[in-house]
């Protein structure tokens, strides 16, 4: 339990159609970071959020945006969905630059 | 660009048995080494990781890992596993922690009884 928790656990969507997923930190992490884990890879870094302003980003698609809230809780959004997006999307949080990343339990998104 | 490699896709290994989980990183400085732990529908647990000092790094549940930089290795250990250990294994690297962070593609572990 790392008490990092994430909303919806499944989704399903169709092509073209915007989906919002959400991660509630740990208490008293500031930054949050997201992740796409497609079946049988490992994650891809998609970015990462400090106090509410972008932190770092990986090589995704503009597409791809992200909210983080006062509360440090957090938003991946993804408009034009495709169907390589369907994957198991993680958020991890953590204290600060050097301290352990605690990661959610992910949702999982399939794109029909 | 970094990259990091896992050759092996899944070992089986007997209870009782030791263990050790290949990783190889190409990057021209020394980045920030991770091992991540992921069971079937749970998230990813962090084993260990490694930013400077000693080479030979101690993490949770009896794993270590040893960073040997004319390799660019960075192996997972453990002595004798247990049968909760399996699960999939991910090696990390990050330029700066949190930042441009990149898996490997895991290794399956099994544990024969």
């Known amino acids: 339990e790392t008490g990092v928790t994430q909303s919806p656990t499944h989704l399903i969507k169709t092509r073209g159609q915007q989906v919002t997923l959400r991660c509630s930190s740990q208490?008293?992490?500031?930054?949050v970071s997201w992740y796409q884990q497609a079946l049988g890879q490992g994650p891809q870094f998609i970015f990462q959020?400090?106090?509410?302003?972008?932190?770092g980003r990986g090589n995704f698609p503009p597409r791809f945006s992200g909210l983080q809230f006062p509360n440090y809780s957090s938003e991946l959004n993804v408009n034009a969905l495709e169907l390589d997006d369907s994957a198991l999307y993680l958020c991890?949080?953590?204290?600060?630059?050097?301290?352990?990343?605690?990661f959610g339990p992910g949702t999982r998104l399939l794109v029909l | 660009a970094q990259s990091v490699t896992q050759p092996d896709i899944h070992i089986t290994v007997s209870e009782g048995a030791s263990l050790e989980l290949r990783c190889n990183y190409s990057?021209?400085?020394?980045?920030?080494l991770f091992w991540y732990v992921q069971s079937p529908g749970q998230g990813l647990q962090l084993l260990l990781k490694?930013?400077?000092?000693?080479?030979l790094v101690q993490g949770i549940k009896g794993f270590e890992a040893e960073f040997k930089r004319s390799q660019s290795s960075f192996n997972l250990r453990k002595p004798s596993v247990h049968w909760s250990d399996a699960a999939e294994y991910f090696c990390?690297?990050?330029?700066?922690?949190?930042?441009?962070?990149?898996f490997g593609p895991g290794t399956r572990l099994s544990v024969l009884p």
């Open positions: 991890a949080s953590t204290q600060g630059a050097r301290e352990t990343q605690y």
């Open positions: 208490s008293g992490h500031n930054t």
């Open positions: 959020y400090y106090r509410e302003e972008e932190n």
């Open positions: 990057y021209g400085a020394t980045p920030y």
């Open positions: 490694y930013f400077s000092g000693d080479t």
């Open positions: 990390a690297v990050a330029i700066n922690y949190g930042q441009n962070f990149v």
